[in-house]
């Protein structure tokens, strides 16, 4: 069984964060992973994309030509990224900063306002956890259970953060299951 997702979005969004949690979920499970991180020109405000696989077997490959789901936090991210998505596969769009015209029906396309649901939880630069909330429901590999145990790990320098996550992870869950 394998999950391959890849996660895009600008510079700043935090897109490669994403990307970590995932990557330590995967890491927890005794999973086999690939973390790709691509970086635009620019740090802040350019673009940011990365790729995860997630595996209970050897990975051949760490090229997803294909994906399995997608996390696309702005509307150069889907017009990029949502034609990489495979047929039957998952989109999730942070619909605060992408409006979208001419969608796919092939696929599952979930619209999350998920910077306005961050500034409703009081921080704007938790919309990636939002949207990670929304996907994680269509992992096969990994669960919320998983997830906290690397968001423990991936802020213990900063514990303070780890409620706040926790919470917008929850919150995009929620938003699914409506």
């Given at each position: 069984?394998?999950?391959?997702?890849?996660l895009?979005?600008?510079?700043?969004?935090?897109?490669?964060?994403l990307g970590?949690?995932?990557?330590?979920?995967?890491?927890?499970?005794?999973?086999?992973?690939?973390?790709?991180?691509?970086?635009?020109?620019?740090?802040?405000?350019?673009?940011?994309?990365?790729?995860?696989?997630?595996?209970?077997?050897?990975?051949?490959?760490?090229?997803?030509?294909?994906?399995?789901?997608?996390?696309?936090?702005?509307?150069?991210?889907?017009?990029?990224?949502?034609?990489?998505?495979?047929?039957?596969?998952?989109?999730?769009?942070?619909?605060?900063?992408?409006?979208?015209?001419?969608?796919?029906?092939?696929?599952?396309?979930?619209?999350?306002?998920?910077?306005?649901?961050?500034?409703?939880?009081?921080?704007?630069?938790?919309?990636?956890?939002?949207?990670?909330?929304?996907?994680?429901?269509?992992?096969?590999?990994?669960?919320?259970?998983?997830?906290?145990?690397?968001?423990?790990k991936?802020?213990?320098?900063?514990?303070?953060?780890?409620?706040?996550?926790?919470?917008?992870?929850?919150?995009?869950?929620?938003?699914?299951?409506?």
């Amino acid at each position: 069984m394998m999950d391959k997702v890849i996660l895009a979005g600008f510079g700043g969004q935090g897109v490669m964060f994403l990307g970590k949690v995932l990557a330590y979920a995967g890491m927890g499970s005794d999973l086999e992973l690939c973390w790709i991180p691509s970086y635009g020109p620019e740090m802040r405000g350019g673009t940011a994309n990365c790729s995860v696989i997630l595996s209970d077997e050897e990975i051949n490959s760490p090229v997803i030509a294909y994906a399995d789901a997608a996390i696309v936090l702005n509307k150069p991210a889907y017009d990029k990224f949502a034609p990489r998505v495979k047929p039957g596969g998952v989109l999730i769009v942070n619909s605060s900063l992408a409006k979208l015209d001419g969608m796919r029906e092939d696929i599952t396309i979930i619209e999350i306002p998920a910077t306005d649901m961050a500034n409703e939880l009081g921080n704007t630069s938790i919309a990636n956890m939002v949207c990670l909330g929304a996907l994680l429901p269509s992992l096969k590999l990994v669960d919320l259970a998983k997830v906290e145990k690397a968001m423990e790990k991936l802020t213990k320098k900063k514990p303070e953060l780890l409620e706040t996550n926790l919470n917008a992870i929850k919150e995009g869950i929620s938003f699914v299951n409506r």
